[in-house]
């Protein structure tokens, strides 16, 4: 039902019953004008017409034309026009008939004459043109009598009957022409009612996409410079700053939404960072406190004794400084503070340097080194946070290496995997398996796996968290794998360009 009544309202349809209605009146009109007035307007030229044959004739006369001449110009109307004519002296005596009947009728026509303002349609000073019906044959005719400058007498005269058919064959001729202009004009109406409101529909559709905020839809003008196409221009200049706008509006949402987002990054950091630091520094504050207590109060009045205290109270500090550091870095690889300065290097002599930084560690546990690796490979990342990564697992492969089968060692190998085009180092240590439930949370920042480990070790909980936020950085694998005479961690690298 909505689609009729639709259908009904649309613009198409109530163009189309506007131009189809005009049409109907136009043509109602023709016929009703027709039917009234084209009699009385057929009368009428004719009535001229005969006048002007009896000024031509006069006109013959005046110019002293030869009754021959003057004859020919009768016999011509007579054929050409189906005109009854006679022309005769004041005397009465005939000098030209069209039509011997007529001739007949002269009495009853002198009877007309002497009764001079029956049924008169025209007169002036020469002529009178009246409507009389001839006895003899039933019809109606419209006659002229007129007198010429010569005293000569002009009788003109047609059948009404002739008029009338031809207003008959007129309205009929009309009657089909109006109903093949109807369907004619109800083709051109479709056609054009369709040419007029297509550009209109579009419009439409276009407006009620850019209700939805979709500006995909253009108008596209017509060659015609009219208003439709002007307003279609000024559509599509609206919906592209529409667009515009709202896309600006758009970005500054976004950008906004990241500095909200970034706000609240900031603020869960801080609050993060006050929590870690509130946490791993009670501690270490309380043996500072504990032993700076001690020297104030001289518990301990021996030199070396007060030596010691001082050295654990700087021992502490230089944990607290290096922890609160590390937090720091850890915040800013998190929160993605931190911009990589990458570039092509040799991560073995990378490797081989890490290792002997770690020599003096590594022969107070007694382990040994296995490595391998080829001389050169060349990978692409920021040399600085990568010797981080080794770092932190070489020196977490010291803390936990024990003798397994009479053997205690470190064993670091490099692995080209051209397929993804990586490369993977792995560094594995003798010792005990992780417990698997434990396999996941060593990556968090502060997580222990063996809660009753000493302090001395020097660790600060967060050196594989730092792995694992520079890891998340690269987008690059990481992980650790219990084998069966220790653990193996490893991560990947992207080979160099």
């Given at each position: 039902?909505?689609?009729?009544?639709?259908?009904?309202?649309?613009?198409?349809?109530?163009?189309?019953?506007?131009?189809?209605?005009?049409?109907?009146?136009?043509?109602?009109?023709?016929?009703?004008?027709?039917?009234?007035?084209?009699?009385?307007?057929?009368?009428?030229?004719?009535?001229?017409?005969?006048?002007?044959?009896?000024?031509?004739?006069?006109?013959?006369?005046?110019?002293?034309?030869?009754?021959?001449?003057?004859?020919?110009?009768?016999?011509?109307?007579?054929?050409?026009?189906?005109?009854?004519?006679?022309?005769?002296?004041?005397?009465?005596?005939?000098?030209?008939?069209?039509?011997?009947?007529?001739?007949?009728?002269?009495?009853?026509?002198?009877?007309?004459?002497?009764?001079?303002?029956?049924?008169?349609?025209?007169?002036?000073?020469?002529?009178?043109?009246?409507?009389?019906?001839?006895?003899?044959?039933?019809i109606t005719y419209i006659l002229l009598s007129?007198s010429l400058d010569n005293n000569y007498n002009?009788?003109?005269?047609?059948?009404?009957?002739?008029?009338?058919?031809?207003?008959?064959?007129?309205?009929?001729?009309?009657?089909?022409?109006?109903?093949?202009?109807?369907?004619?004009?109800?083709?051109?109406?479709?056609?054009?009612?369709?040419?007029?409101?297509?550009?209109?529909?579009?419009?439409?559709?276009?407006?009620?996409?850019?209700?939805?905020?979709?500006?995909?839809?253009?108008?596209?003008?017509?060659?015609?410079?009219?208003?439709?196409?002007?307003?279609?221009?000024?559509?599509?200049?609206?919906?592209?700053?529409?667009?515009?706008?709202?896309?600006?509006?758009?970005?500054?949402?976004?950008?906004?939404?990241?500095?909200?987002?970034?706000?609240?990054?900031?603020?869960?950091?801080?609050?993060?960072?006050?929590?870690?630091?509130?946490?791993?520094?009670?501690?270490?504050?309380?043996?500072?406190?504990?032993?700076?207590?001690?020297?104030?109060?001289?518990?301990?009045?021996?030199?070396?004794?007060?030596?010691?205290?001082?050295?654990?109270?700087?021992?502490?500090?230089?944990?607290?400084?290096?922890?609160?550091?590390?937090?720091?870095?850890?915040?800013?690889?998190?929160?993605?503070?931190?911009e990589f300065q990458n570039a092509n290097f040799?991560?073995?002599?990378?490797?081989?340097?890490?290792?002997?930084?770690?020599?003096?560690?590594?022969?107070?546990?007694?382990?040994?080194?296995?490595?391998?690796?080829?001389?050169?490979?060349?990978?692409?990342?920021?040399?600085?946070?990568?010797?981080?990564?080794?770092?932190?697992?070489?020196?977490?492969?010291?803390?936990?290496?024990?003798?397994?089968?009479?053997?205690?060692?470190?064993?670091?190998?490099?692995?080209?995997?051209?397929?993804?085009?990586?490369?993977?180092?792995?560094?594995?240590?003798?010792?005990?398996?992780?417990?698997?439930?434990?396999?996941?949370?060593?990556?968090?920042?502060?997580?222990?796996?063996?809660?009753?480990?000493?302090?001395?070790?020097?660790?600060?909980?967060?050196?594989?968290?730092?792995?694992?936020?520079?890891?998340?950085?690269?987008?690059?694998?990481?992980?650790?794998?219990?084998?069966?005479?220790?653990?193996?961690?490893?991560?990947?690298?992207?080979?160099?360009?």
């Amino acid at each position: 039902m909505k689609k009729i009544n639709k259908k009904y309202n649309s613009i198409r349809f109530k163009l189309f019953i506007t131009l189809a209605i005009s049409v109907v009146v136009i043509i109602l009109f023709l016929i009703v004008l027709n039917n009234i007035v084209l009699e009385s307007f057929y009368l009428y030229t004719k009535q001229g017409a005969l006048v002007d044959i009896f000024d031509e004739v006069n006109k013959a006369y005046n110019t002293n034309q030869s009754e021959k001449v003057i004859t020919n110009i009768l016999s011509n109307y007579a054929a050409k026009s189906n005109y009854d004519i006679i022309l005769e002296t004041q005397d009465g005596i005939n000098l030209y008939t069209s039509n011997e009947n007529f001739i007949q009728t002269i009495n009853e026509m002198n009877a007309l004459r002497s009764d001079t303002n029956r049924n008169i349609i025209y007169a002036n000073k020469n002529v009178n043109i009246k409507k009389v019906k001839d006895p003899s044959d039933n019809i109606t005719y419209i006659l002229l009598s007129g007198s010429l400058d010569n005293n000569y007498n002009l009788y003109i005269r047609m059948p009404i009957s002739s008029i009338q058919e031809s207003v008959k064959i007129s309205n009929t001729f009309l009657y089909l022409i109006g109903g093949i202009t109807l369907i004619i004009a109800a083709i051109l109406i479709t056609f054009i009612s369709k040419r007029f409101t297509e550009p209109i529909q579009e419009l439409n559709e276009i407006a009620e996409k850019m209700a939805r905020l979709d500006f995909s839809k253009k108008f596209h003008p017509k060659d015609v410079d009219d208003e439709i196409n002007e307003l279609g221009r000024s559509i599509n200049i609206m919906s592209a700053k529409l667009e515009a706008t709202i896309q600006q509006l758009r970005n500054s949402n976004v950008e906004l939404e990241k500095d909200i987002e970034e706000k609240s990054k900031i603020e869960e950091m801080r609050t993060q960072f006050i929590s870690d630091v509130s946490h791993e520094l009670k501690t270490p504050i309380a043996l500072i406190q504990g032993y700076a207590e001690g020297l104030v109060e001289n518990v301990n009045s021996e030199e070396e004794n007060r030596q010691f205290y001082a050295n654990v109270i700087l021992d502490e500090a230089n944990k607290m400084d290096k922890l609160v550091k590390q937090l720091l870095e850890l915040m800013k690889l998190e929160y993605g503070k931190r911009e990589f300065q990458n570039a092509n290097f040799n991560i073995t002599e990378l490797i081989q340097e890490v290792i002997r930084k770690s020599k003096v560690m590594l022969e107070e546990n007694n382990i040994e080194v296995r490595m391998d690796m080829p001389e050169e490979v060349i990978v692409f990342a920021d040399e600085f946070y990568i010797e981080q990564v080794v770092t932190n697992y070489f020196t977490n492969a010291i803390k936990h290496a024990k003798e397994v089968f009479s053997e205690k060692y470190i064993k670091i190998k490099i692995e080209m995997r051209k397929k993804t085009n990586k490369v993977r180092v792995y560094v594995f240590n003798t010792g005990d398996n992780i417990e698997e439930e434990n396999l996941q949370r060593i990556w968090r920042r502060f997580y222990k796996v063996d809660s009753s480990r000493n302090r001395d070790n020097g660790g600060t909980g967060i050196g594989l968290a730092l792995v694992k936020a520079i890891m998340n950085n690269y987008n690059n694998d990481f992980g650790v794998q219990n084998k069966d005479t220790g653990v193996e961690f490893y991560f990947d690298l992207d080979i160099g360009k």
